[in-house]
């Protein structure tokens, strides 16, 4: 992991000896280094499984080699020390590594690295299925130099072709998935073995027949018609390193291979046993609506092991705080006694939550900071503006109100509210944060430490007092950051800001004196987004460089790197009991780790689009994501499941909201609407039963226009954010656009 | 053929962008090389629309580009960062497309007084958009903005015709100023057009943006629906700046940047005329800051020339004042550089002859009105009241622009003398007395001998009368002295005519400035038909004056001043043979002919003083006389 943070440039050395070792290697070492980090919790990170001991000797070795020829004698010396290796091993292995290095070039930089760093431990789940799938890195690296004849790549694919085209309907959909990914391939392998002309000829001829929501990735592909191109293009690299997944019933797969098998055609055969993977499965092929629902994304579907993995959705037991504030001793209580010993007691308390959720995380899973005074104040403020709470629903719509940024000419780039509505933040391209006071309170700072000292600390109102009065104001102006601000968020108790940027750095404010604490570095690149858990202290941020990474406030380095994502993290949510986070991405997949240990426990495909907004409902069931296709998908996280399809906006929607009892979903868009689903109604009608069953395959009902409860036009306003507060009014912001 | 699916750079472009660095590329490397920029260029457009997408904007920005070129280590493409679009022109020879690249005088912008208005503050506004799922009603508001109370149909206004008025388009130009002349809605928006035009400091390095500033300054002065108040103020400061500063353009000898002066000139007077309620505190310090710049020996020539026309335009008043006294101390200084024929000299001297010319404009035409002010004055004395408003009132209406509206030509019936209370508004002249007509004659004879009678001589045929003979001109002189007979001066002076070409009522054009100084046409006339019967020329003068003086002074000034040769055969010709003296030069003899044709070599090229009138005209496009030492030889 040091080597991820430290910089790219050594990776990319590393990867020239060895790059496939490399990859295990180096997700292994970020399973490790996490968990030692993470000092404050007891936590024991998982081992980032897959790697065998040879591999991990391999590692070591490519290491070794890497750090001599830096001439860090030093700790070549250390490390075989530690690792008990011999020198002679390292010498035999360094014969072929540097022959491998030499083979690959030295094209590439840290993204097309870290792409293959991020889909090795993606791509090792586990358990690895019964068929032989453990990706052999050195033949899918060397796949494309093994030379088939040019010329008949046209008439192998179109022989694949009227072979799916002849056979069964029910099976024609299924088998029609190979069509990308071996078109893609083919095309590939001809570019990289320099057959110009060819490629481009196949290219024209096949590449109407693909989806259209793989438009996107044929327009970059068509562009790419040397080999050299290969070799920095990260889309491209991804193809090539990762294994395109594909669920076929067992049907149609004896059906291909029996196809594949008679005409000899092992070109195809090979593409599909080193390039693909098939998640093969036994009962009904599945309809074309059903495969296109979930296909969509860079690496094809899931395979159906990732999201096998429990995921305790349910929410954290809310610590029992009595309206007027409790005594003494029950805070103590509190304090010491979150763990287990609370289960008991908090059900001899009557609250809403007395009933302990079977799918909840134990409440010490994660370890969560204590509750100070000023939270408790907090929470005792939000229980009483639920109870004034208007309950939503398909007959009551939320009135809305729309915060507007004007004359924002230096671009509006992200947006928050306070969960108190409070405190509105905005982060705009002139690097510059604006934080305004949406109450008629002004932001103040703290006075200086020289003024502090004059205060009387004993009186009554010294939180008054330590406010210098002369410096209120509706806004206050961040400076600090060096690009655009991408991602702003509040922490929960209003004391802290979160920004990200694209100089790579996440920037963590006071609001108290509005000054810039700590600049979090990690992501090399442009940090697209950021957010604090619901608990505060931790905090997850995602960027340019495919990973998310979970930070400690008081931590100067991540606890954890969540590296699986074959393109940008652009979004990252916090699940509402902190202990999953979501991203989405540019991959067009939405993945669900799990906090605890780092691992991806759901990887969810369907979208045709980056993904840019993400929203769990309130009881943490669902997750609802938005992308640049205009589309709101539904999860229900549990199953790993897509539930629901929300058809409507014309752009991308860069705001997702659930109300505060998660009846409705709000969503707003660049389309200059925002538009209200009801979501109780898209749960509902998912029916629990069908999740059970082991096929996951699911039919949705196209009911886009009975969800829809409203549309609400902006005055060419962008939304950027949505917003409820606690009494559920929808709070919107966006800006101004007068052209 | 398949379809292209990407834009291409052929290999040509890149051929041609290495050859311009110096490389030769081969076909193959070229082929090779334009495959690979196309790839890198869609590579990078890629990239930048994820910035883009982060931005939360629907349009690509350069910055993105510059973004995506940044973070694969590129160096980024600077000069492109404006807001606008870059207009994409095509070359009418060839298929050449270029993007417009104006060049920016770094240190002009960067010494400008005027800094630009920032933008306004970025703030939040709520508006409660939608009440229980039903839309408001209630309006949302405008944006505020730095340019507050301004509708967004009049900010378009305001763009367009800025951008029209210094854009390339002259067409589009004319169309722009007309508007703005007329338009009546768009006092909103002055404050903003001053705004702009005060924004001459900052092209004085280009003549046209200057000129279409001055139009601009000329429209909204004649816009009637525009009280222009305190802006007058800064519009006059403009103007000013144009006439009397050395500008950035006037280094460049074929910069005809005279013309900008006289223009500007002719603006000043045309403000002082129309808007004198609102100006008339500043006729003071103009003149002040005039006389300045002419007493000031280090000012450069065009300085002075400025200064000259300045006062020129301020009224024959502010010359008498101004001008005349200052004329001695400042005659050493121009003699100086007018008898220097060094080549080294030829270009300060060119401009010498051009103040010349422009004194004696000025003078001739203080002497002018000085006389028909006794005309008037007398006249007045004898006609009574009544019949000294009319004639005041319609010296006004035919002559705008001569003196500024406080001091009206005729009012008092008190002589010169009268002048002097008449002032203007905060003008204490206390110190100044008066010269006599006659005195002024000899004095002003002395510095120019003939010259200023010749300039007299083409007066004429003026007035509709025609002039019984040689001898009449010399009446003429004396016509006023039939109401004036205290001017003993015997000197030949044929007749008063001033070649006043700026007037207001003209369309301001600098280019058709041979254009007819309705003044010079009519006064003089009307001073002759006076002392027979005023009544008579009075009326006369006031029914048929712009018709008849526009014609007729056309047909004189080719004549007279410029008997080019396409002029065809002149309707007179005559000699006129006199005397020159000059004070400080040693009096020439010199005979003068105008003829058809009148060849080059007839004049010897020492001898400057009898071409002199013709430098100083400032209505020709001067330019030709400015290029070159041999300017000098006219064909006069």
């Not at chain 1, 790059?19 to 968990?35: H, R, W, Y």
């Not at chain 1, 959909?173 to 095309?187: D, G, I, K, R």
């Not at chain 2, 290999?11 to 196309?38: N, P």
């Not at chain 2, 001898?607 to 400015?626: E, Q």
């Amino acid at each position: 992991m040091a080597a991820v943070q430290d910089g790219p440039k050594e990776l990319d050395a590393e990867k020239e000896t060895k790059p496939e070792i490399l990859s295990d290697g180096t997700s292994n070492l970020l399973g490790n280094t996490a968990s030692g980090t993470l000092s404050s919790s007891p936590l024991t990170a998982a081992p980032a499984g897959g790697a065998t001991k040879m591999e991990d000797q391999q590692t070591l070795i490519a290491v070794l080699q890497f750090l001599k020829r830096n001439k860090l004698s030093e700790s070549v010396e250390i490390l075989r020390r530690e690792a008990g290796l011999g020198e002679h091993q390292e010498d035999s292995q360094a014969t072929d590594g540097s022959g491998g290095g030499k083979g690959d070039g030295d094209g590439g930089d840290a993204n097309s690295l870290l792409s293959r760093v991020s889909i090795t431990s993606a791509a090792a789940p586990q358990s690895m299925p019964v068929k032989k799938d453990q990706p052999d890195v050195s033949v899918v690296l060397s796949a494309y130099s093994q030379q088939g004849d040019p010329s008949l790549y046209q008439v192998y694919y179109s022989g694949l072709k009227n072979f799916i085209e002849s056979v069964l309907d029910c099976h024609r959909a299924e088998l029609s998935q190979l069509f990308y990914p071996l078109f893609v391939h083919m095309y590939l392998e001809l570019v990289y073995n320099n057959h110009e002309t060819k490629a481009k000829a196949f290219f024209d001829k096949f590449s109407g027949d693909q989806e259209c929501y793989y438009q996107d990735d044929l327009r970059i592909l068509c562009s790419l018609t040397k080999k050299e191109h290969l070799k920095g293009n990260e889309v491209l690299l991804d193809f090539r390193t990762s294994r395109f997944v594909l669920r076929i019933s067992r049907d149609s797969y004896q059906l291909l291979k029996r196809h594949l098998q008679e005409r000899h055609n092992n070109q195809i055969w090979n593409i599909i046993q080193e390039h693909l993977y098939i998640d093969i499965f036994d009962g009904m092929p599945r309809s074309k609506s059903q495969i296109d629902s979930m296909s969509g994304s860079l690496a094809g579907e899931a395979r159906r092991e990732v999201n096998k993995a429990k995921v305790f959705y349910g929410l954290l037991k809310e610590p029992e705080i009595e309206v007027p504030l409790d005594d003494e001793d029950d805070e103590a209580e509190n304090e010491e006694g979150k763990p287990k010993k609370k289960k008991t007691k908090k059900d001899s308390l009557g609250s809403k939550s007395k009933k302990q959720d079977p799918n909840a995380p134990q409440q010490n899973r994660i370890p969560l900071p204590e509750l100070k005074d000023s939270d408790k104040l907090d929470k005792i403020m939000y229980m009483k503006e639920s109870t004034k709470r208007i309950r939503l629903g398909p007959e009551n719509l939320p009135s809305i109100c729309f915060y507007t940024f004007l004359n924002a000419f230096q671009g509006l780039t992200a947006v928050d509210f306070t969960d108190d509505s409070s405190l509105l933040a905005g982060g705009f391209a002139d690097s510059t944060v604006r934080v305004w006071s949406v109450t008629p309170k002004k932001l103040r700072k703290v006075k200086s430490t020289a003024e502090l000292n004059v205060i009387d600390k004993e009186s009554d109102d010294v939180l008054e007092r330590i406010m210098d009065e002369k410096t209120a104001s509706e806004s206050k102006i961040l400076h600090g950051h060096s690009g655009p601000v991408y991602g702003v968020s509040f922490s929960p108790d209003r004391n802290y800001l979160l920004s990200s940027s694209e100089d790579g750095t996440v920037r963590l404010w006071s609001l108290q004196t509005f000054t810039c604490l700590v600049g979090y570095k990690g992501h090399n690149y442009p940090v697209w987004d950021t957010q604090f858990s619901p608990f505060g202290y931790y905090f997850v941020s995602g960027g340019h460089d495919r990973v998310a990474r979970l930070w400690a406030m008081d931590h100067y380095q991540p606890l954890r790197i969540f590296a699986g994502h074959l393109a940008d993290v652009t979004c990252t949510r916090f699940h509402p009991n902190s202990n999953y986070v979501a991203t989405g991405s540019t991959d067009r997949t939405v993945r669900l780790w799990d906090v605890l240990n780092g691992n991806c426990v759901r990887i969810l495909t369907g979208h045709k689009g980056p993904i840019h907004s993400l929203a769990f409902s309130p009881n943490g069931k669902f997750l609802a994501s938005g992308s640049t296709d205009g589309r709101v998908l539904l999860w229900d996280i549990g199953h790993g499941l897509m539930i629901g399809e929300l058809k409507g906006h014309t752009d991308t929607i860069y705001a997702l909201k659930f109300s505060r009892d998660g009846e409705i979903l709000a969503s707003g868009s660049m389309d200059n609407t925002v538009r209200l689903w009801d979501s109780m109604k898209a749960f509902d009608e998912v029916e629990t039963d069908d999740f059970t069953a082991t096929t996951g395959h699911i039919h949705l009902p196209d009911n886009s226009q009975e969800l829809l409860l409203g549309m609400y036009h902006s005055k060419s306003t962008p939304v950027t954010h949505l917003h409820f507060t606690r009494r559920n009014l929808l709070l919107a912001a966006g800006t101004y656009n007068s052209q | 053929m398949e379809e292209r699916r990407f834009a291409e750079v052929p290999r040509e472009s890149i051929k041609l962008m290495a050859e311009s660095s110096g490389v030769e590329l081969s076909e193959e490397v070229a082929a090779l090389l334009a495959e690979d920029v196309c790839y890198r260029l869609r590579e990078a457009t890629q990239n930048s629309s994820q910035f883009m997408r982060h931005a939360k904007r629907r349009k690509l920005s350069v910055e993105d580009l510059n973004r995506a070129l940044r973070w694969s280590n590129t160096e980024t493409i600077c000069g492109y960062g404006a807001q606008d679009a870059l207009p994409f022109r095509p070359l009418k020879e060839g298929e050449l497309f270029f993007v417009e690249d104006r060049e920016i005088n770094l240190v002009e912008l960067a010494l400008a007084t005027n800094i630009p208005k920032g933008c306004a503050e970025t703030m939040v506004r709520v508006h409660v958009s939608y009440l229980d799922g039903k839309g408001n009603l209630e309006p949302q508001g405008t944006v505020p903005t730095a340019v507050q109370s301004l509708s967004e149909d009049l900010l378009k206004y305001y763009q367009q015709i800025t951008r029209a008025i210094l854009g390339e388009d002259p067409h589009l130009m004319k169309v722009a100023l007309l508007d703005l002349q007329s338009n009546s809605k768009i006092a909103a928006l002055l404050p903003y057009f001053v705004y702009v035009i005060s924004g001459v400091k900052s092209v004085s390095h280009d003549l046209d943006q200057l000129n279409r500033l001055l139009h601009m300054v000329k429209s909204l002065v004649q816009n009637p629906y525009l009280y222009l108040g305190s802006y007058v103020r800064s519009l006059v400061s403009s103007v000013m700046y144009c006439i009397l500063e050395p500008l950035a353009a006037s280094i460049n000898p074929l910069n005809d940047h005279w013309t900008l002066r006289d223009y500007a000139a002719l603006l000043l007077s045309h403000i002082f005329w129309t808007h004198g309620d609102l100006v008339s505190g500043l006729y003071h310090q103009i003149l002040l800051s005039l006389q300045k710049v002419l007493s000031d020996p280090v000012r450069p020539l065009c300085s002075h020339y400025g200064a000259v026309v300045g006062l020129h335009a301020l009224g024959w008043k502010a010359v008498e004042r101004v001008l005349y006294p200052h004329l001695p101390a400042y005659w050493a200084n121009l003699q100086a550089v007018l008898d220097d024929y060094s080549v080294s000299n030829a270009q300060v001297k060119a401009d010498g002859h051009k103040v010349y010319g422009a004194i004696l404009v000025a003078v001739e035409r203080l002497l002018k009105m000085k006389a028909l002010s006794l005309t008037l004055a007398a006249e007045g004395s004898g006609a009574g009241l009544p019949g000294t408003t009319t004639g005041a009132v319609s010296f006004r209406e035919n002559s705008p622009g001569l003196s500024p509206p406080p001091e009206p030509l005729s009012e008092p019936p008190l002589g010169i003398a009268s002048h002097l209370q008449a002032g203007g508004a905060g003008c204490p002249w206390e110190e100044w007395t008066p010269v006599s007509l006659p005195a002024m004659y000899c004095e002003l004879y002395s510095f120019f001998g003939d010259s200023l009678a010749v300039r007299f001589s083409t007066g004429l045929p003026l007035g509709g009368v025609p002039p019984p003979g040689p001898c009449q001109p010399l009446e003429g002189r004396k016509e006023p002295a039939s109401s004036a007979p205290n001017l003993e001066n015997t000197r030949k002076m044929p007749q008063l005519t001033a070649s006043m070409n700026i007037s207001p009522r003209q369309d301001g054009s600098p280019r058709m400035e041979p254009q007819p100084p309705s003044l010079a046409a009519t006064v003089p006339g009307r001073s002759l038909a006076r002392s027979s019967s005023s009544s008579v020329s009075r009326s006369r003068s006031s029914s048929s004056r712009p018709g008849r003086s526009t014609s007729q002074s056309r047909d004189i000034f080719p004549k007279a001043r410029f008997p080019l040769p396409q002029a065809g055969p002149p309707a007179f010709s005559f000699i006129i043979g006199g005397r020159q003296m000059g004070r400080r030069c040693q009096g020439r003899r010199f005979q003068t002919s105008f003829s058809p044709t009148p060849p080059l070599t007839t004049h010897p090229p020492r001898a400057y003083a009898h071409k002199l009138p013709v430098i100083g005209r400032v209505s020709k496009p001067v330019r030709r006389w400015t290029c070159s030492h041999y300017s000098l030889h006219l064909p006069l």
